[in-house]
T-cell receptor, first 115, second 111 residues
Framework: EAGVVQSPRYKIIEKKQPVAFWCNPI?????LYWYRQNLGQGPELLIR????????DSQLPKDRFSAERLKGVDSTLKIQPAELGDSAVYLC?????????????FGSGTRLTVV | LAKTTQPISMDSYEGQEVNITCSHN???????ITWYQQFPSQGPRFIIQ???TKVTNEVASLFIPADRKSSTLSLPRVSLSDTAVYYC????????????FGSGTQLTVLP
């Protein structure tokens, strides 16, 4: 079974430029999460989807960040315009039904560097 | 969501048993305790989950005392490849269905 697939693995952009990250969750997983992880810290939740509906986006900086999950499968996270402080690893995770019983499966992440 | 406290770092030698303790004084009745492992340049990986007493799988054991205010992840006979950050999380499916990560414990296994 393929895991959670994210692309690209690395991205370097200049500040004020737009950037997008893509995530394909495990087949059948209806819950999808985007996390941001700064260096030396644990991941922090940005947004959670149940199928195609964003059910928790309270920590998503909505002035510059947006996300979508059309058809309830893969998802895209966008930043426009990027700022220096957005440099981080962006992780996508998925789970079956949002249950904690067997945890979440994370992708390898996209490392963003804003210069 | 209950807050967790764990040591920032730990060192061990190959072949030793490693115990990482996590405090979660405000754990709720419905909360489970979950541990994740993260290697550099990878996403966190689920290790083990428990509610009370002891849980064991092929990777680790999880010990939870009766008051559930703490838990201990036990890694038997660690190897160099167990060097990673270990996160303790507490939450339930009845909450916001999200996991709140702390800063984790950096375990370094020395030869």
């Amino acid at each position: 079974e393929a895991g959670v697939v994210q692309s690209p693995r690395y991205k370097i952009i200049e500040k004020k430029q737009p950037v997008a990250f893509w995530c394909n969750p495990i087949s059948g997983h209806n819950t999808l999460y985007w996390y941001r992880q700064n260096l030396g810290q644990g991941p922090e939740l940005l947004i959670r989807y149940e199928n195609e509906e964003a059910v928790d986006d309270s920590q998503l900086p909505k002035d510059r960040f947006s996300a979508e999950r059309l058809k309830g499968v893969d998802s895209t996270l966008k930043i426009q315009p990027a700022e220096l402080g957005d440099s981080a690893v962006y992780l996508c995770a998925s789970s079956l039904g949002g249950t904690l019983n067997y945890g979440y499966t994370f992708g390898s992440g996209t490392r963003l560097t804003v210069v | 969501l209950a807050k967790t406290t764990q040591p920032i770092s730990m060192d061990s030698y190959e072949g030793q048993e490693v115990n990482i303790t996590c405090s979660h004084n405000n754990i709720a009745t419905n909360d489970y305790i979950t541990w994740y492992q993260q290697f550099p340049s990878q996403g966190p990986r689920f290790i083990i989950q428990g509610y009370k007493t002891k849980v064991t799988n092929e990777v680790a054991s999880l010990f939870i005392p009766a008051d559930r205010k703490s838990s201990t992840l036990s890694l038997p006979r660690v190897s160099l490849s167990d060097t990673a950050v270990y996160y303790c999380l507490v939450g339930s499916s009845g909450s916001a269905r999200q996991l709140t990560f702390g800063s984790g414990t950096q375990l370094t296994v020395l030869p």
